[in-house]
């Protein structure tokens, strides 16, 4: 079975066949960026894009995605190495604190301000609040997908 | 002899040879502030900082990452005395073959007990490279002036640290009969170049990348996958067990079963699920595990009645009979830590003699302690293991023990193979150490001018530091004769009565408890901040005046930020209404630290829920090494203050712990969100104090005291739930 992983084709062995996505990412192709924390869709830390949806990556099994594109944290750095805008943003605005749902923060981040290029409050607090920081650096994040939407409304 | 013990670990870890090298001495004060823990013997206690031949400064990273930052004030400290900038510090996280034992990274202790060794150990390497500049150029000790990395004359001559440093490996001692250099970090009259600006942390662009720094990230060639079935409380005795189904799992490799400890090793993380569904265990309890056996056993009035409490903290010319102005009863349930990673451990056993017999990979606050404990466990001389430790995706106090790591070096043990271990959600919430639950007394009286004249607080807790199965069995009893730190912490309240009592009696609950964000601190400042606020609405006075008033002037860090919150608050204005409030709380956390906070509240009726708007924080921990990184702490506090004030709810029935992930145990979300005010106070003068978990001790009570200001309803329990005030408004 193969996958289309960052734009990348993967191989996925047999006996992963069952695993689920997030499981499949962190185990076989090393992309550990995309992270276990609630195993039922609850928390968002292992957010994802399939074919440019948001995804818990925890609930879907890999077979389920064989034939389209999966977008992980890893996938935003340029090949260059450049940042993302919001993973600079995120530095900009000392957004992490443990770090650990913060793939899934920017991975959702993203999927919000490509549906919508200038989010109000209440739209961020709708879309983001399905990825849980316990941390508790929301205000933060706020923060920085209002200056992301500005400096990416301007590159497109 | 203490020398060559240091020594031993440098030569190990191959620092020695590569430049000038300083140690400290972790100090005494870490060791005094949690007894329960293993401290590292002072004496032997080293870390190291390092300017190399290249004039790259290396420091050993001496506190485990976890969101608190510690390490980059540190690194700032450093930089400060070396003159230097702290992105030129190379960061190392040492493994536990690397240094002597470091103390457990907890209680908000790493600034106030690593700040002056560190500036210390970085002094005196910065002096001992003045006097080799001196040597170098001929001149005179007083002529040789700081410069940014390295020195200057006063004719315009320089030296850089490389040109002083020859990579003759050379170990500097304290000297403790010379007097010890000047320490620029804790000079209130210098211009600081690196402390006092906000930092962000060395490693944050690995937190933005998805990079590998969790232990369940590593990669371990011939890794396999194991779990335990984890006992709802830790004295549990498995009754009955059915592994039945179990061998038919596809992808089992072992069913691992020894006495009380059951789990599986398994090819595949699936195999895991499917092999752990099929073991059926039930348990044997010593307590029966319910919220009614709860508070039956934390009933404080039942115990007050029955005379004394345990222990008594505070008695001032005590009287008993007088007619209370204030007579509440507050209680506060119990909370978990529900840090975002769930756990994880790698484990793997070698046969060869060059490497070690046991390494595992694991995010703690005390690799230290899991090394003893494993190889206690095992039977492998503690230099036969090494911990490598990770950054942890979360603690709060959770993450102390030997547990995740045990299990996977007892399966990685009946395998023969490397295993990892990533707990469930569910064995998160399960067997994290909880923060007990509690009630509170409180009675005020006031004199004919209205002045405080008797306070008595009287109140019962699960124990904290000294909670069974934290430390061995038969420690326990000779400790719990002492107070127990976590217990008695917040319990002194900041206002002058000259008749005072304050007793408390911890007891064992059915669940396993331990450390949680704050202590006692939380539960008992929203005691104390709910009845003063109480006092005063009943006497008609501005509850925040009120209150700065019976502090008798003798809290002037905590008043300034009382004084400033208020100013703050007055920002933002409060809609109109009758649903709408503003609450004020403070208080001092750990005889050092000073918050105060406002929150703004408003009872929605629509949509049957209680939304907290705004909140202000003003915060006195002394010296603000890392202002932005305060600032962080201060936002994580006051979310964490939603959470106990509004949403978290931990529930225990039929002998389980039924709550078992974030569907049925409500953290804060985006969405919980209120806008934030935050001002630090700096006290150049002081060392600074630990901010981890200072602001939760004000924001609960400050959003309770906001539901009153708003609708008349006094909360005497948390979490606060909409029904509760519209239960009482019907009655």
């Known amino acids: 079975m193969k996958l289309n992983v960052n734009g990348v084709e993967r191989q996925v062995a047999t006996e992963w066949r069952d695993e689920s996505l997030l499981t499949v990412l962190r185990e076989q192709l090393g992309l550990t960026g995309s992270r276990f924390s609630c195993g039922i869709g609850e928390c968002g830390a292992c957010l994802v894009h399939v074919d440019g949806v948001p995804t818990n990556s925890c609930l879907m099994p890999v077979a389920a995605v064989a034939d389209k594109a999966v977008l992980t944290i890893e996938g935003l750095v340029a090949k260059d190495g450049t940042l993302h805008p919001l993973q600079q943003v995120w530095i900009d605005e000392n957004v992490p604190q443990c770090g650990y749902c913060q793939s899934g923060q920017i991975m959702k981040a993203l999927a919000l301000l490509k549906e919508n290029k200038t989010p109000t409050d209440d739209d961020i607090n709708r879309a983001m609040s399905v990825v849980l920081c316990r941390c508790g650096t929301y205000d933060r994040i706020r923060k920085s997908i209002k200056r992301a939407a500005l400096f990416m409304s301007r590159e497109i | 002899m203490v020398q060559m013990t240091r020594r031993k670990f440098l030569v190990a870890s191959g620092c020695v040879a590569g430049g000038l090298t300083v140690l400290y001495n972790l100090g005494i004060r870490a060791a005094a502030s949690a007894p329960t823990i ?367 790591e045990r299990d996977a070096v007892r399966l990685a043990r009946a395998v023969k193979r490397p295993v990892k271990v990533q707990w469930t959600r569910q064995d998160e919430f399960t067997a994290s150490r909880c923060r007990p639950a509690s009630t509170h007394r409180l009675r005020i009286a006031v004199d004919d001018e209205g002045n405080l004249s008797d306070w008595w607080y009287g109140y019962v807790s699960g124990h904290v530091a000294l909670a069974r199965e934290r430390m061995a069995g038969w420690l326990l009893p000779m400790m719990r004769l002492g107070t127990d730190m976590g217990v008695v912490k917040g319990a002194i309240a900041p206002y002058a009565a000259p008749h005072q009592r304050v007793e408390c009696t911890d007891v064992d609950l059915p669940i396993d408890l331990g450390v949680w964000r704050s202590l006692n601190g939380a539960p008992a400042v929203f005691a104390i901040e709910s009845a003063m606020d109480e006092l005063a609405i009943q006497r008609g006075e501005d509850s925040l005046q009120y209150r700065l008033a019976q502090m008798k002037g003798a809290h002037p860090r905590l008043q300034a930020c009382f004084e400033r919150v208020s100013e703050m608050s007055t920002k933002s204005l409060l809609p109109k ?155």
């Open chain 2, 38 to 404: 293993i401290f590292p013997d002072e004496r032997s206690g080293a870390a190291w900082i390092q300017i190399r031949p290249s004039g790259a400064c290396h420091m050993y990273l001496p506190r485990q990452d976890m969101g608190q930052n510690a390490n980059t004030g540190l690194a700032q400290i450093v930089a400060e005395e070396l003159n230097i900038l702290v992105a030129d510090i190379i960061g190392e996280r040492p493994t536990t073959s690397d240094v002597p034992p470091l103390a457990v990274t907890a209680a908000s202790m790493s600034l106030t007990a690593f700040s002056r060794p560190v500036a210390l150990a970085a002094a005196t390497l910065r002096e001992s490279l003045r006097a080799r500049a001196a040597a170098m150029l001929g001149d005179s000790l007083a002529n040789i002036l700081d410069d940014l990395g390295g020195f200057r004359t006063a004719n315009g001559r320089k030296v850089g640290y490389c040109e002083l440093v020859s990579g003759t490996g050379v170990v500097i001692e304290f000297d403790d009969t010379k007097s010890p250099p000047p320490l620029y970090t804790f000079d209130p009259s210098r211009q600081k170049k690196q402390i006092g600006h906000s930092v962000r942390p060395l490693d944050i662009q690995a937190l933005v990348t998805g990079a590998p720094v969790y232990a369940a990230d590593v990669q371990v060639e011939g890794v396999l996958y194991g779990r335990v079935v984890q006992p709802p409380v830790r004295n549990a005795h498995i009754r009955s067990l059915d592994t039945q189904g179990v061998m038919q799992t596809r992808g089992l490799v072992k069913l691992v079963h020894e006495g009380d400890f059951v789990g599986v090793v398994c090819k595949t993380p699936s195999a895991v699920d499917a092999a752990i569904a099929q073991i059926k265990v039930t348990w044997n309890l010593d307590q029966p595990i319910s919220q009614l056996a709860i508070d039956s056993l934390i009933d404080v009035d039942a115990e007050m009645m029955d005379g004394d409490l345990e222990h008594v903290l505070q008695d001032e010319a005590h009287r008993d009979t007088v007619d209370w102005d204030i007579d509440l009863r507050f209680e506060v349930q119990v909370q978990t830590h529900a840090q975002q990673e769930a756990r994880a451990a790698i484990a793997r056993f070698n046969e060869s003699t060059t490497a070690h017999g046991l390494e595992i990979w694991t995010g703690t606050q005390d690799p230290w302690a899991i090394k003893r404990a494993a190889a206690v466990d095992t039977g492998l001389s503690q230099d036969d293991v090494v911990v490598y430790p990770q950054r942890l995706g979360g603690g709060f106090g959770g993450r102390e023990y030997y547990e995740v």
């Open chain 2, 577 to 731: 209404g009758d649903n709408y409030g503003r609450g004020f709380a403070g208080g001092i956390f750990d005889g050092r630290c000073y918050v105060a906070v406002s929150a703004d509240v408003h009872i929605d009726a629509e949509t049957q829920k209680i939304r907290v708007l705004h909140m202000c924080c003003a915060q006195d921990v002394g010296l603000a090494v890392n202002p932005g990184q305060l600032r962080a702490q201060i936002e994580s506090n006051l979310v964490w203050s939603i959470g106990m004030a509004l949403l978290e709810r931990f529930e225990v029935a039929d002998n389980a712990i039924q709550s078992s992930n974030f569907n049925d145990y409500q953290i804060p979300r985006m969405m919980d969100m209120p806008s934030l005010d935050i001002e630090i106070i700096d006290q150049p003068a002081i060392p600074p104090a630990g901010a981890g978990e200072v602001a939760l001790i004000a924001g609960p009570p400050a959003i309770a005291n906001a539901i009153r200001n708003a609708c008349d309803f006094r909360a005497v329990k948390l979490p606060i739930a909409f029904d509760d005030i519209t239960a009482n408004s019907r009655a």
